[in-house]
Each structure stands twice: as C-alpha cells, then as structure tokens.
C-alpha cells in the first residue's frame, strides 16, 4: 500500500489529463471489445507516457459490475485494483452531483464525468459513446484518435 501511495504522488499532475470513460476500461480488459489495443495504448500512455489518465469511481464501479458478473468477483477486484495503480480517481461529490443535475447529459451518469472532467482541468475525455459529452467544455475522443494526437506530437 506504502509503494502505491509513493507512486500516486510522483505523479506529474501538470500534464494533460486524461479522463477514461468506464467503456474504455473495459474495452482495455476484453482483448475481444472494440478499440482493444487502442485502450491499452491510452493506459500505457498515462502510466509513464507523459499524460495524467484519471477515472471516476462510479466508472470503477460499473467495470466492477460487469467484469463481476462475466468473469467472477476476483478478476473484477483485480481489474479494479490495477486501474486503481494506473490511474488517479477524479472526485465526484456534492458539487460535481449538482453540476450533473444542471447538465444536458443524456444521463446522469455520464453528467458527474462530465461534471469530474470540467472541474479537474481535464484536457481530453476518451469514450467510444458518440452521444454523451457532446455538450462538455473538455474535448472528447476516442483512443484511436488519441492514439494518432500521440504519435502526431511525437
């Protein structure tokens, strides 16, 4: 627990954020879902990259929820715990819930992300859901888009 704590804060929190959307997560789990290798690729980017990926918990939740049901708990906890290590979750509370609430989102939960990826300074959201996000101040992409941004700076 010691060692995770001492890599959470050598983490550069100036870099672009990248908040990861809860099919993302799952798309970088299941080899077989679409953007597979697009996912793990965003992953690998935050996680020494040069860009700050961040999470929601109710993300993890619903990975948690699916993964748990398709492959049993332990691999959800596992799962879990390794974008847990991979990523720094975005705080949704009160303030985040009431922005939700006043958004256009087709749905609350995809509010609270928006709501986590406006008030955390996030400079893109990764989501293969064409609909959600299309209202937010914080650009939305898919990770083989992101994927081409990297390479394009590169």
Do not use: W
């Not at 860009?51 to 691999?75: A, I, P, Q, W």
Request: with cysteine; hydrophobic share 40%; aromatic share 6%.
């Amino acid at each position: 627990m010691h060692e995770q704590a001492t890599q959470r804060r050598k983490r550069d929190f100036n870099a672009r954020r990248v908040l990861f959307d809860t099919n993302i997560l799952l798309d970088a789990i299941d080899e077989r879902r679409p953007e597979s290798q697009e996912a793990c690729f965003a992953l690998r980017q935050c996680n020494g990259g040069g860009d700050l990926g961040l999470v929601t918990s109710g993300s993890l939740k619903d990975v948690y929820c699916v993964l748990s049901k398709r492959f049993g708990e332990k691999k959800a906890r596992k799962a879990v715990s390794l974008f847990l290590d991979l990523l720094v979750v975005a705080p949704v509370g009160e303030e985040e819930c009431l922005v939700a609430m006043k958004s256009n989102e087709p749905d609350f939960e995809d509010g609270q992300v928006r709501a986590a990826a406006e008030l955390n300074d996030v400079s893109i959201i990764l989501t293969r859901d064409a609909v959600a996000f299309g209202y937010s101040m914080v650009r939305t992409m898919t990770c083989a888009e992101y994927r081409d941004l990297i390479l394009a700076e590169s």
